[in-house]
C-alpha cells in the first residue's frame, strides 16, 4: 500500500526545506519564549545566551538543557501564556513527589491534532474507519492524540478506554472496528479473553492495529497479525511532555520519523550530555518549535534511542529519524566503563531466529572485574550444540557492535520476560 500523506506540503518537503524551516521557527520559538516564559528568561540569562544569538540550527546547543524535575517543580513560571489562554491541561505521574502537568493552547491542541492526523493517514486510516480508542482519557494523553487526529480526519471514533475486555470484543464484532488502538500488552489481553469466549477476531473487520507504550517484537506483531487479522501493524511512539512526536515509517520499521516543523531533537551522551552526531545512540533532548502554552527548551526526555537525521526516506519523507528500540536512561547499564543499552543489544538479539529479542542484563559489581550476564529468552528450545553456537556468536557479535564483552550468556524459555520486567539489574 502506497504512503498517503494527510498534509502534502509538510510530509513531502524536502530535508532542506526542513531545515529551513526549523531554523525559522527556532528563532521565533526562542524569542517568544525568552519573552512570555519567567522561567526560560531566567535559565537563558544564568546561561548567558540571548535569543539573537541563535542564527542556526547547531545554535541550539547554546540555549540550556531543561529538566523533568524542573518542569515539574516550576508549571507556572514555565507557562508562556496567560492562564486565561490556556485550553487544556495534562498530567502524568512525576518524579518528585509532584505530578508533571503540562499546560496547552487551542493552537497547541489543533497542532497534536495535525500531528496525529498525519500520522493516522500515512498508516492507512481513513474517513470510512472505525477507531477504537481502548488507552485511557483522563488526563493522560495517549488517548487524547489519537482521538484528535481521528476527529480529524474525520473517521468514526468509539472513545471506550481501557479495561472491560468482553466489552471491548463485543465493539469490535458488532461495530466493526476496523482500527484497534491499545497498548502492547492490552492487544494480548484482548487475544486471550477472545480465545476464551471461542471468539476468532481475524473473522471480523479489524486492519490496523496501533501499539502504544511497549514495543512489541518482531514475533509479537507477527502475533497479532495473525489473531486480529492486521493487515498492518504500527508502533506509536510519543509521551505526555511530546505529544504529536512522530511516525513510525512504513519503509524501514526500525524507525519513527519525528515532525520537524513541531519538534527539533538532538542526542546527547547521557552521563556527560555532550553532543552527539546522526547515527548515534543517545538521549533525546526535544526542543518545541510551535508550542505557544507549554514550550520545551532542549528538554531531557530521558529516553535513548538512535538518531539518524535528515535523510530522504523510501517512503518519501525526510522527517529526521529516531529509532524504534527506545531505552530509558534509568535501564541503562555500565559495564566496565562502557554505557550499555538493553534496546542495542535486543536489536542484536532480533537476528538470531532462536531467540525472541528479549533479554536481560545483570551486571554484578561486587566481583573485581564487574562480570557481566546476559539473559536471553528463546523461542524454543534448540539442541545444545545450536545453544552453543549461538551462545558463541552473540557474545562475539555483541563484543564487536556494543564493545563490552559478556562473561556469560543463559537461555530462559519463552514467556519468562512477559510484562514489565526488569532490562537491567546492576548488583551493587
Ligand atoms: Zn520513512
Not at 68 to 78: G, K, P, Q, S, W
Request: hydrophobic share 40%; aromatic share 8%; with cysteine.
Amino acid at each position: 500500500m502506497a504512503v498517503v500523506f494527510w498534509n502534502k506540503k509538510i510530509q513531502g518537503a524536502s530535508a532542506e526545506e526542513l531545515r529551513k524551516l526549523q531554523l525559522r521557527l527556532l528563532k521565533r520559538q526562542v524569542k517568544r519564549v525568552y519573552e512570555n516564559s519567567a522561567f526560560y528568561r531566567r535559565k537563558f540569562k544564568e546561561a548567558g545566551v540571548r535569543p539573537s544569538q541563535i542564527k542556526s540550527l547547531e545554535d541550539v546547543a547554546k540555549l540550556p538543557f531543561t529538566s523533568r524535575e524542573e518542569l515539574e517543580a516550576n508549571f507556572h513560571e514555565v507557562l508562556a501564556v496567560p492562564m486565561s489562554n490556556v485550553a487544556t491541561i495534562r498530567m502524568t505521574s512525576g518524579t518528585t513527589g509532584r505530578p508533571l502537568r503540562i499546560a496547552h493552547t487551542k493552537h497547541d491542541v489543533e497542532m497534536v491534532a495535525e500531528a496525529s492526523a498525519r500520522k493516522l493517514t500515512y498508516h492507512g486510516v481513513r474517513k470510512e474507519d472505525i477507531v477504537q480508542v481502548t488507552a485511557s482519557y483522563g488526563l493522560w494523553q495517549g488517548a487524547w492524540s489519537v482521538h484528535w487526529g481521528a476527529e480529524k480526519i474525520g473517521a468514526c471514533i468509539i472513545p471506550i478506554g481501557p479495561g472491560d475486555t468482553e466489552r471491548q470484543i463485543l465493539m469490535i464484532k458488532q461495530l466493526g472496528t476496523t482500527v484497534l488502538y491499545a497498548v502492547t500488552n492490552y492487544h494480548f489481553r484482548i487475544l486471550e479473553v477472545a480465545k476464551a469466549l471461542g471468539e476468532k477476531l481475524r473473522n471480523y473487520n479489524l486492519r490496523i492495529g496501533i501499539c502504544v507504550a511497549e514495543k512489541p517484537s518482531k514475533e509479537q506483531i507477527s502475533m497479532l497479525e495473525k489473531g486480529f487479522g492486521y493487515e498492518k501493524v504500527a508502533i506509536d511512539y510519543g509521551a505526555t511532555e511530546f505529544p504529536g512526536f512522530s511516525v513510525h515509517c512504513e519503509e524501514e520499521r526500525d524507525f519513527h520519523h519525528v515532525w520537524a516543523d513541531y519538534y527539533l531533537v538532538e542526542v546527547v551522551d547521557p552521563e556527560t550530555r555532550e553532543l552527539l552526531g546522526e547515527g548515534e545512540r543517545g538521549e533525546l533532548v526535544i526542543t518545541s518549535l510551535q508550542r505557544e502554552a507549554f514550550p520545551l527548551i532542549r528538554y531531557l526526555s530521558r529516553d535513548i534511542t538512535d538518531y539518524v537525521g535528515f535523510k530522504k526516506c523510501a517512503c518519501g519523507m525526510s522527517h529526521p529519524k529516531v529509532g524504534v528500540d527506545i531505552d530509558r536512561t534509568d535501564f541503562m547499564a555500565k559495564i566496565r566503563g562502557v554505557i550499555v543499552y538493553p534496546g542495542h543489544v535486543e536489536a542484536i538479539l532480533s537476528g538470531f531466529p532462536e531467540l525472541t529479542g528479549r533479554c536481560q542484563i545483570i551486571v554484578d559489581k561486587r566481583t573485581p572485574k564487574q562480570e557481566a550476564t546476559l539473559k536471553v529468552e528463546m523461542s524454543k528450545v534448540p539442541s545444545e550444540v545450536v545453544q552453543k553456537s549461538v551462545k558463541e556468536k552473540l557474545i562475539e557479535e555483541v563484543k564487536n557492535r556494543v564493545g563490552v564483552t559478556f562473561n556469560e550468556v543463559i537461555f530462559v524459555p519463552n514467556g519468562s520476560f512477559e510484562g514489565k520486567f526488569r532490562k537491567t539489574i546492576v548488583i551493587t
